[in-house]
C-alpha cells in the first residue's frame, strides 16, 4: 500500500449549509424525513423515520458531547451519518455537520477545539480536522487504499492508521501477460469472509501529526503481511491502545494464517515500543481471543477481555488486568459468572466500568481493581450501549429498549437521565407495544426468561396470533435489544404476541446456561423453544391455532429443525440465512472454528490447541460422538416431516451461510407440495441493509405471516 501525506486545503464553513464539502448539492443530502403517522401506529415507514444515534464522545473539558445520528433515503437507498454536539445537561444541540457522505470515526482533539473524523476524498476514506463548530474542514491524509478507522496519541503527535495490504494473489501475479484473466489463485484456507473475498487484511500504520498533516508514515507490522490487525471482521480502533506516554501502543492481532487462521481464536495483545521499533506479545500462552486493550490513566495496568478456550468465539470474556511493572495477570472477574460486552477506566484509575448481560437485560457495572467487587451503576428495562466515562462519579451512555432506538443518557451517583431526544416527539405520538417478563419452567427443571411483547391496545378478553421468535448467534443475548430489522416491536405493532425466549445458549445466566448449545444445536434448546410456546399457548389470549416461527442465522437453523419436529405447534414459518443442511455447511463455511467447536462438542472434544486437530468437529469424525449426534440431527435429515408453509430468504454475499442453504430449504418444500416461498437479495450479505431491499424483507415478512395467520388477510387476498 502507498500513503502519501499532504498538506490539505482547508475547507471555510460558516453557516450550516456551509458545512457541505466541495461538489455537493442539496440534492445529494439526506435529512430527517418529514413524517407524521396517519394513524398513530408504529409502522414500517415509522421504523425507518428514526434517528439513529451512535457513538458518543464527552469534549476534555467534560462541557460537551458529539455524537452522530443518521436518517436514512429510502429514494436514494442509503443511509448517512452527520455529526451533533450538545452540552452535558442536553441543552443547545447543534448539528454541525451537513454533508452527502458519512462522517465516522469521530473524536475531539486539540484539548476539545477539534474534532476529528474519516470522509471520503476522491471516492476513499481520508482523515479530517475540523474546528469543534464545524468550520474550517481540513484533510490531512491522503492514504491510496482508504483509512478504516484511527486513534491518535495521547500527546497527539503521532497517529495510528488502520490501512491495508495485499493478501491474496490474484491473475496478473501468476500470469502478467493475462491482464484480462479474473482467476484467483487459492491454495489454502481461509480464502473469505463474512461478505468477501480476502484480497486485502487491515494493518496498523503510523504517522506523525504537525496539527496540518500526517507525514512518515510506515507500517508497524513490518512484514508480517498476512497477520490482521484489527481482526476481521468486527475488529477496529477498540483493538489498539495507546500508552499514557505516547512512547508505545498495544495492538491485537491472530499472527496465524491459512488453516492455523481457519481453526483458530487465538488471538493476543502485542506492545510495540516507538522508539526502537519492537514487539513484544502480553498475553503468550493465553489461548482465546484477547481484545480490547486499555490503559489506566496512570500507565500501570492494561485491562482488557479475554477468552480462556481456543477456537470458541463466544466464551465467557473475561476481564484481565496486566501490572505494567511487573507483568502480573490478574483475573478480575473470575468469581463472576457472567460475559462482558465492553470496558471503560473510571478516570480515578482505582475501577472499571463495563457492559455485559445479565437476566435478560444490559446493565453498566462497575469493578473495584483491588477488590473485584461488582456494582450496579444503571441497570433497567433497557440495554447499555456504549461507555463515555466523565469522571469518577459519571459517564454519559448510549440506551436502548424493545421500544426505543439509542438515546444518549448521563449517569451520576446511580441517577439516569436521558439528555439527547432525537426520536422521543416521534415515539411520543405513537401507541407502542408492551413488553412484560414471564418466567417460564424448562423441560429439565430450571428456569428460563421470556419477554412477551403485546400489541398495542391490547386486550386480554381477545385472542392474537403469535410468533415465536429464535435468536440468531447462535450466543446472542435476547435482552432489551433494538434493532431495524428484527423489531419485536414492530411485529407486535402488527397485531402478534411475539414470544422471545433466553433459550439455552444465551448470555447473561451464566456460563453452564451460555456453553449448553455447544455440539447441542438440536437439543435442548429446541426444548426451551417449544417450552416458551407451549407456556404462552396456556393465556387465552393466544390463538394456538395461529403460532408462527422465525429467525435469522442460527435462529434460521432453528425454524428449518422445528419444521420437522414441531408436532404441530405452528401454522407458518419464515427463515433467513439459515443452516438447513449441516455437512454442506461445516465445508461451506469460512470461519472453520465456529463449525469445530459448535457441531463437534466444544470444550468436550475441542484439543487445547486446534492445530492438533484441525477437523474434530468434521462429519467424517467418526469417533467424535457428539458431532455424529450433531449432523445425524441436521434439519435436512427431517424434510419429511415437514407440513408447515414455509418462506425463505437469504443474501447472495452472505459467505458465513451460503444462499444454497436457504434454496435447498426451498427446493425441498416445493417437492414435498409444502407453499413456499422464497426471496434471494443478489446484493445483500448475512444482513439485509440497503433501505429498499430492508422495507421490501418487512412487507414480505408480514404479507407472508398474515396470510397464514390471520384468517380475514387470506380471505381478503381470495
Known amino acids: 500500500m502507498k500513503l502519501k501525506s499532504i498538506m490539505a486545503t482547508a475547507v471555510i464553513a460558516g453557516s450550516l449549509a456551509a458545512c457541505q464539502t466541495g461538489g455537493e448539492k442539496d440534492a445529494d443530502l439526506i435529512d430527517k424525513p418529514d413524517y407524521t403517522s396517519p394513524d398513530g401506529v408504529f409502522n414500517i415507514d415509522a421504523l425507518e423515520a428514526l434517528g439513529r444515534v451512535s457513538s458518543v464522545k464527552v469534549s476534555p473539558d467534560t462541557k460537551k458531547v458529539l455524537f452522530g445520528i443518521s436518517y436514512e433515503s429510502v429514494e436514494k437507498n442509503k443511509s448517512n451519518t452527520d455529526l451533533y454536539t450538545m452540552d452535558a445537561d442536553g441543552s443547545n444541540l447543534e448539528r454541525i455537520t451537513k454533508t452527502a457522505s458519512s462522517e465516522g470515526n469521530f473524536v475531539w482533539i486539540n484539548q476539545g477545539k477539534q474534532i476529528a473524523f474519516t470522509y471520503p476524498a476522491n471516492g476513499v476514506m481520508q482523515v479530517w480536522v475540523m474546528n469543534a463548530d464545524g468550520s474550517a474542514r481540513k484533510q490531512i491524509t491522503e492514504v491510496e487504499n482508504g483509512v478504516q478507522g484511527f486513534l491518535f496519541s495521547p500527546d497527539e503527535k503521532h497517529l495510528l492508521l488502520i490501512g491495508t495490504v495485499k493478501y491474496s494473489r490474484d491473475a496478473k501475479d501468476v500470469y502478467p501477460d493475462l491482464p484480462d484473466a479474473t482467476g484467483r489463485v487459492i491454495d489454502d484456507l481461509m480464502y473469505k469472509h463474512w461478505d468477501e473475498w480476502v484480497t486485502e487484511i487491515p494493518h496498523p500504520f503510523i504517522g506523525e501529526f504537525d496539527g496540518s498533516k ?44 491459512g488453516m492455523e487462521y481457519a481453526i483458530s481464536t487465538n488471538s493476543d495483545l502485542y506492545l510495540y515500543s516507538l522508539a526502537d521499533k519492537s514487539t513484544r506479545n502480553l498475553t503468550e500462552g493465553m489461548m482465546g481471543y484477547d481484545t480490547n486493550p486499555a490503559y489506566s490513566p496512570d500507565g500501570k495496568y492494561v485491562a482488557w477481555l479475554s477468552m480462556e478456550h ?54 453498566i457495572f462497575s469493578l473495584d481493581i483491588a477488590t473485584k467487587e461488582v456494582k450496579v451503576v444503571a441497570d433497567g428495562l433497557c440495554d447499555y450501549a456504549a461507555l463515555a466515562p466523565v469522571d469518577s462519579q459519571t459517564l ?66 381477545k385472542t392474537y396470533p403469535a410468533l415465536l421468535y429464535c435468536q440468531g448467534g447462535p450466543q446472542q443475548a435476547v435482552s432489551q435489544f433494538w434493532s431495524y430489522r428484527w423489531n419485536l416491536a414492530l411485529m407486535a405493532a402488527n397485531g402478534y404476541i411475539v414470544i422471545a425466549p433466553n433459550r439455552r445458549g444465551l448470555p447473561g445466566f451464566g456460563t453452564e446456561w451460555n456453553a449448553q448449545i455447544s455440539g447441542d444445536y438440536p437439543g435442548q434448546n429446541m426444548k426451551d423453544y417449544l417450552a416458551a410456546v407451549d407456556y404462552m399457548k396456556q393465556y387465552p389470549y393466544v390463538d394456538n391455532a395461529r403460532i408462527g416461527a422465525t429467525g435469522a442465522s442460527y435462529g434460521g437453523f432453528s425454524v428449518y429443525w422445528l419444521a420437522g419436529n414441531h408436532e404441530k405447534r405452528f401454522a407458518a414459518l419464515l427463515a433467513h440465512a439459515g443452516i438447513f443442511n449441516m455437512e454442506a455447511q461445516y465445508l461451506e463455511t469460512e470461519e472453520m472454528w465456529f463449525a469445530n467447536w459448535d457441531m463437534g462438542g466444544g470444550a468436550t472434544n475441542a484439543p487445547a490447541n486446534t492445530a492438533d486437530d484441525p477437523d474434530y468437529g468434521a462429519f467424517w469424525s467418526k469417533d467424535n460422538a457428539i458431532a455424529q449426534r450433531t449432523f445425524a440431527n441436521s434439519p435436512h435429515k427431517f424434510v419429511d416431516k415437514w407440513d408447515t408453509p414455509i418462506m425463505i430468504s437469504h443474501g447472495e454475499f452472505d459467505y458465513r451461510i451460503l444462499s444454497s442453504q436457504g434454496e435447498m430449504a426451498f427446493n425441498a418444500a416445493k417437492l414435498r407440495g409444502i407453499p413456499a416461498e422464497m426471496v434471494i437479495f443478489p446484493d445483500e450479505n448475512h444482513w439485509i441493509l440497503k433501505p429498499q431491499n430492508a422495507i421490501m424483507w418487512q412487507r414480505l415478512f408480514f404479507r407472508w405471516f398474515d396470510r397464514w395467520l390471520k384468517p380475514e388477510a387470506k380471505t381478503a387476498e381470495q
Do not use: C
Request: cysteine-free.
Open 310 to 363: 481456543d477456537g470458541y468465539e463466544s466464551d465467557k470474556n473475561r476481564i484481565f488486568m496486566l501490572d505494567t511493572a511487573t507483568g502480573e495477570k490478574t483475573d478480575l472477574t473470575a468469581e463472576w459468572d457472567y460475559s462482558v460486552n465492553d470496558i471503560a477506566w473510571n478516570p480515578d484509575g482505582k475501577s472499571l466500568y463495563f457492559i455485559a448481560p445479565k437476566d435478560g437485560v444490559t446493565p
Open 396 to 461: 454519559v451512555t448510549l440506551r436502548h429498549s424493545m421500544l426505543y432506538p439509542n438515546e444518549v443518557y448521563a449517569v451520576t451517583g446511580g441517577e439516569v437521565k436521558q439528555i439527547s431526544n432525537v426520536n422521543t416527539e416521534l415515539l411520543a405520538s405513537l401507541k407502542m407495544p408492551k413488553v412484560e417478563k414471564k418466567m417460564v419452567p424448562t423441560t429439565d427443571g430450571k428456569e428460563m426468561l421470556v419477554w412477551a411483547v403485546y400489541p398495542h391496545d391490547f386486550d386480554s378478553t
Open 214 to 257: 500526517v507525514t512518515d508514515i510506515y507500517d508497524i507490522m513490518g512484514d508480517e503481511l498476512r497477520f490482521e490487525s484489527p481482526m476481521k471482521p468486527f475488529g477496529g480502533i477498540e483493538s489498539f491502545a495507546w500508552a499514557p506516554d505516547s512512547q508505545s501502543l498495544i495492538y491485537v492481532s491472530r499472527k496465524k494464517d
